[in-house]
């Protein structure tokens, strides 16, 4: 699982590149997203702005939001693929203070 890490004040974008996990021929057409708190994995989506996810060519486009210092989130991106195929990622999202 890839990971990153934030302020609890900070709000940006954050993308996932799908291109080596397409099976040729297909392309991303929509998908959702999800935030869980990890490790307990109790749902806290106030920690994105949306549970729809924006498709930019291979990319996955979502806004992180706040968060919890000290707290740790599991996003999950769940895409559906132009040939009905779904592929799952999970991003782990570390709020720390400095």
């Known amino acids: 699982m890839n990971k990153f890490a934030k302020q609890p004040a900070e709000q940006y974008l954050i993308a996932v590149e799908w291109a080596g996990k397409l099976p040729v021929g297909a392309s991303l057409v929509s998908g959702t997203v999800e ?15 949306n549970t729809l996810s924006s498709v930019s060519g291979t990319q996955s486009i979502i806004k992180v939001l706040n968060g919890t210092h000290g707290n740790d989130y ?3 991106f769940m895409m559906t693929l132009s040939n009905g195929d779904l592929l799952e ?5 570390q709020v720390r203070e400095l």
């Open 74 to 76: 599991r996003i999950t």
């Open 35 to 49: 935030a869980t708190r990890y490790p307990d994995l109790v749902v806290d989506n106030t920690v994105i702005a």
């Open 89 to 93: 990622e999970d991003i782990l999202m």
